[in-house]
């Protein structure tokens, strides 16, 4: 069994992770950390996990026989945290978003903190297993994708160097449900009735999973942006509670060979598990994915050929979090990636 | 026109008086306060109210020259002001709790507050008008009711003195939307992904509301509990904005006279323009009130005529608050109790 | 590997029955049976199913080559087919309300159907595994308990001859998720903007559920009631997917002993997977359930004891329907109950 | 009095008709018809209209005495009536989409239908006030906008012949609530279960309103779009009642001047009651439109002020139906447009 610990384990995306784990055949949860609950069990706090009876610690615990560690705690924390369970040789998978963009002035503009340990980027692995399989496998840092990036990379990747061909910058119009934008923090923008029956756009041209995004396209297809914010990336908040879908919008000088690009996806679901690409005229919604870890991918285009649609969706705490972040644990211990996740 | 102040007007019931206030014929916004925002315009901070430029003030906010003021601020912060309003000859809707409960050992009990002015209990009236217009007419000093007590007692009141037949003390089962439960607090409580798909029962056998009813079911109708306490009430929360829906369950001895019933009701809702009474074999729900000051309510028996279930609905923050309160305040000046209420 | 057959698997309840038995190590998915999709693949009408490829057939299939059949149709077809299944030696879990109801009078007058097989109803076994697990075990036909019977009787058996000491009979005031209500019906009254924002009490002081928490009330713990209709039981819709909370009221003559009533509660749940009983002053949510196969329980009582609030949720899909259904079936073939449900 | 029929009074634009013409004070309901409930009166089907004892009638109703209809029927049936209903005399504002494309083999295509009265397409005035008040003003037949391209259209046109300067052909992101899609239709697609903490794209690259969008975005700017179809919209189904908020990505050769573009909205604005623009660095939700007859629109660029981004919402019941109707009944009949609109 790997023994691994949950720092942030009673943040939304570390419940989740408890969800996945508690049944995993080969993970072994060794500990849970909770600032606010230490010292309180898990069925005590959240009565949900009856018999659970294992208690919370503070994020200073003693992980010294600990194989590995899933951090789900704020960026900061993250960033104060990874270079000690490294050296510790604790291999580490961390959600936050601190060691994915390897331009640390880029960073420092949209998470407004100084990246303290900059040598460590060239170490971390971008934890999208469908494209960084192999890289993974070795590593001992993975930056567990954002959840948008996962949504929007996994429907303009299979593209490949046809984007080369694309006439302007993609559109990617993004909808998430509250548990993406935090849902239990303490604040008015997630109240219930500041979100039910509402909907909204927020940080148009500024939000932090741009460059990530925009990072990862060109690495992996040679599609050079124009420039750096030459990709449109515009998040809304959904009234419900998980799921992330997204509608990217593509648009080509030339007409694209259809079946290419369907055989493109296919091929790279064919592969990957949990890529699921829709037959012709199907398009994903989010209940196809709540709760799974799949990524389901519809493909559109209009009859000129240059003009394409792609949707897809996610959940935003399974495959945009939680359950990408123990596929890549499962690689880097080499196991079946999908162990415990279906 | 009726020079008002809200004070705490940024807060849900505040708001909810804007809504109805800025279209009333005879009362004029004079002074709208609120401690975060006060410096602000309405419509800087709310833009839905384009095109009204007042600026909130602070709660100490010059009185001198308003006729009369709607309380929408907290327990403590009400018991504090009353008193000093009433001196300068403002007249007060307060929509607090404070002044609602004659017993004072059980005000402490429920609110965990000493009463600090109990001698203005006598002269303060109940506002819930189907019972007291008359003493709301001449009233200085509104307690406006609970949201949860308008529905429960405008569901029991018409019977009357056959209440006293009753074999078992009245339970009733209320289920409000999350406004009600103070929607903008910043609590975990309230946070959009706790409430979402999910419903519970709270305060089981020690809400604050349930000496309220006790208190003037007794008082209208003769009818005299067991004791304090033998009257049974749970409130649920709802996920949803706005309504509250109870559902009330009284046992008799006897069979009652179904016509005489039915009769009395609807001779309350006669000569009250705000109560309606379904037809025999219909009952409420909540979209049927919502954004309305309409009491709604359903009658059933069963076969025995012993088993009797009232079923009322109302918009908590309009009959259960901000439009009961512009009731009251059009009573106490004078006016048609219906005016910008419809 | 037991050979079943899901009769109507396109349903709510029988699409819950396919997503836990998909991967129940121990009973095999023979035949699925839709008279809307015969002919085209499980994955195919709902691309959640990716890589499901069996076909729907029609509900005349072949099923002899089966073990046991789930049925998961309206009424009448179960009253129709169930015979016939049980002459060829399958066994049945029916999961629609005809073998619940010893008196066939009542039945006929809830049901509005004559009973075509009153002689089946000594056979049939109410599927509460929690009270009638020998039973279950040597069953062929199990009537698989409604939803809210389950939750209703869940909360009040470990009373048990205690209830004897009633001083009125209980009152349920349930409330349920739309898919308990018949979700896919293409029916005015689950429209989306009927149910969405809104909440509403129906079938009061009539619905078909109220003869079986009252039968098997009397039979299990030598209740009488007054008369059949003492009971009150009172549904309503919550505008949510899942989830069953039901509010149990119970006043007795005398005040009960509260440790003796928390132990035979909790001594229920010891020997019983999914019951579960919370600590004192904590009361179960819909959350705590959904998606599960348990029943959680709260219980309070007042300060003279002699006024009880039970509370209980269930997902009605899982505990109050596939879940039920798959643990009689699981203890049908001699299986720990718990099979392929946790 | 303006006497006036609502022809398909019981559907969802209908009653939203009803709701705002009750108090209308120069607007009398002369007519109101159903198929399905003749006969019934309004408060009886619909108890939330209290004290409106009138009578639903058939839709051949004898309207020789009305002066105008609205028609709030399916596109069929609008194609039948509207010609004989001028020749009576009676203006009509049709909220179908029959009279609002010019070219009738588009027509044919989007709508399935053959159009049987071409030559009042000339007559038709499309009835969007901001830009087409004086012929409203004359006009015997409005086609009211659809609701899709009122958001649309209020959020391009005041760009003007700057979009001449446009990189690529504008993609309108749009997400409607339930409502606009028929919510009281009998269809699995609007079902509570199906619709609830769910979310899709629809008529990718086919919706009916893209092609009245192009027609009167060339109509009015004098951008001359590529080709038909060059405009991308793609709707989504929000899970929620009311509203729709359009994001509209306009990508220029040219860096546009800033401040140009907003006084041009804010110029718009100025004229137009009922738009609204926010502030720099705001942007509307659709809580700021529901019940409202607002458009509410804010405007971002990126550094390079080349790529726009517009948001706009509406309450798609008003402003994107009953609302708007009634705006041009006003204007018709020389009222002040906002006449019982605020």
Known sequence: ?????????????GLELIHWLRSHPQIELSILTSSKYAGQTLEEVF???????QSFEKHDANLDHCDAAFLAIPN???LDLV??????????????????LN?????????????TSPNLLETAVFGLPEYFKDQI?????IANPGCYPTG????????????????????????????????RVEDDTTNYVTVNENFKAYKIFNHQHTPEIEQYLAELTGYSMPQHGSLTFTPHLLPLNRGILTTIYLRFHDALPVEHVRQSFEDTAQSNPFMHVLPQGHFPDLAMVQNTNYCRIGIAHDDSRKNWIVVTTID?????????????MNLMFGLDESTGLI
């Not at 496998?137 to 840092?141: I, S, T, Y």
Request: glycine letters at 12%; proline letters at 4%.
């Open 316 to 328: 935003n705490l399974v495959k945009g979090a939680a359950g990408q972040a123990i596929q890549n």
């Open 152 to 183: 929007a990379l996994l429907g303009m990747l299979p593209f490949g160097n046809l984007l080369e061909n694309l006439s302007t910058a993609p559109i990617l119009d993004a909808k998430s449900g509250v548990s993406g934008a935090g849902g």
């Open 83 to 100: 270079p000690a369970l490294l050296e510790k040789k604790i291999r580490v998978v961390d959600l936050s978003g601190v060691y994915r």
């Open 47 to 53: 009565p949900k996990y009856t018999g659970m009876s």
């Open 137 to 141: 496998c070795e590593a001992n840092l």
């Open 103 to 115: 331009n640390t002035s880029i960073f420092e503009k949209y998470y407004g903190l100084t990246h």
């Open 76 to 78: 900061k924390a993250s």
């Open 1 to 13: 069994m790997i023994r691994v610990a949950i720092i942030g384990a009673a943040g939304l995306s």
